[in-house]
């Protein structure tokens, strides 16, 4: 069974309207409460350090998502999937 305390150090893809309304986020899932996730996005970062004017940060950025603020989250097994497309 999949839990978010397994996929911790690695990345999954969310949708997370509070970051971008249309499109999915790729984060690296660091850390799980019971109230949300912590995660690592480098697109986010780079858009705070455009806005604030610094090039460098001696450390990387974390960010807290709480649980309402994500639709849902993707990973995928180690499984091959085919499209029924490609069935046909």
């Known amino acids: 069974m999949i839990t978010l305390e397994k ?3 690695r990345e999954i893809v969310a949708f997370v309207p509070f970051f971008d309304k249309v499109k999915w986020q790729h984060l690296k899932l660091i850390n799980v409460e ?3 996730i912590w995660v690592e996005n480098r697109a ?3 858009t705070i350090l455009k806005v ?3 090039t460098v940060t001696p ?3 974390v960010f807290f ?3 309402q603020q994500i639709t849902f989250v993707l990973d995928s097994l180690d499984v091959p999937y085919i499209s029924n497309e490609a069935l046909k």
């Open 44 to 46: 986010i970062l780079e």
């Open 59 to 61: 450390k990387t950025a």
């Open 65 to 67: 998502l709480p649980f």
């Open 34 to 36: 019971a109230a949300g």
């Open 52 to 54: 604030s004017g610094v």
């Open 7 to 9: 996929l911790i150090g």
